[in-house]
């Protein structure tokens, strides 16, 4: 299935200017600051960067925008990062298929896009060809124990739940961790539904990826919500705190 970024292009950057998409404010985006290297002086590729909120972070990390190209398969997106980030080059393309020289970027950054692609081998490669020597790679993924699970049904509530059934019935299983998988999913942000498709593999399948790729695997990190979390909704706190939402890998050409 094709994913429509185009439709909310604007809504989806007004609500993360705002730190009104919880999921990044206080899981994803804690998560890959703890893992970012010291950005001062290099050339930096942001992998489906979006409307661009993402250059901003990296500036508190020592980057310059004048050195950071931006790639996004949505037109819409690439549009308004433009207007909204003058100073930044940014570029419509496919991750799997960079318009990029090979050894042009020290640092590739991305959060929340590789999971789009259905051939997360094809942008590993592609990512480490347009690095340059020593050249690393940060990115983010959704995490398999959340999204490889299945509904059940337990004292009339509802579970997302990986795991087998006890005792005489160990082969009824619920959830698929190890098989990497499409899976659709309806969103209700903007009061709106948004019907997503993205692909799910567990940590060692993408660990094996790249390793085939060539990548030295330095860093992996499963997410947490942070502390503040609790001020603002308790609830998202729990849930976020003990499992994990996205995952990310610090990787090494
Ligand atoms: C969840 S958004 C993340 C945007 C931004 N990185 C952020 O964190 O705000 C995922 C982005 O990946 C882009 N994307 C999906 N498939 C892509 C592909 N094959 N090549 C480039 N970008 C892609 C989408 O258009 C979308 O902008």
């Not at 819409?76 to 100073?87: G, H, M, R, V």
């Not at 993924?141 to 739940?161: E, F, Q």
Request: hydrophobic share 35%.
């Amino acid at each position: 299935m094709q994913n429509d970024y185009d439709n909310y292009a604007k809504e989806r950057q007004e609500k993360l200017i705002n730190g009104m998409m919880p999921s990044h404010r206080f899981v994803e985006k804690p998560m890959m600051k703890s893992m970012m290297p010291n950005l001062k002086n290099k050339k930096i590729l942001l992998l489906g960067c979006g409307t661009g909120e993402e250059t901003n972070l990296l500036v508190t990390f020592g980057a310059d925008k004048e050195k950071m190209v931006g790639i996004d398969i949505s037109k819409e997106s690439i549009a308004i990062a433009k207007k909204t980030y003058p100073n930044v080059e940014f570029v419509v393309g496919d991750m799997a298929n960079l318009p990029f020289d090979e050894n042009t970027f020290d640092f590739v950054y991305s959060s929340l896009a590789v999971h789009y692609s259905a051939t997360p081998d094809k942008v590993y490669n592609e990512v480490y060809r347009v690095l340059k020597k020593d050249g690393l790679f940060l990115f983010s993924l959704v995490h398999p124990i959340r999204w490889s699970s299945n509904h059940a049904n337990i004292d009339g509530k509802t579970y997302r739940l990986i795991g087998c059934a006890r005792d005489d019935n160990e082969s009824e299983v619920l959830g698929n961790y190890n098989t990497f998988k499409e899976h659709t999913h309806d969103f209700f942000s903007w009061n709106i539904k948004e019907t997503l498709s993205f692909y799910v593999g567990s940590p060692s399948f993408h660990f094996k990826l790249l390793r085939k790729a060539n990548f030295e695997v330095l860093d992996f990190t499963e997410s947490m919500a942070v502390e503040e979390t609790k001020e603002v909704d308790i609830n998202y706190y729990k849930k976020n705190k003990e499992l994990p939402q996205f995952m990310a890998f610090l990787t090494k050409k």
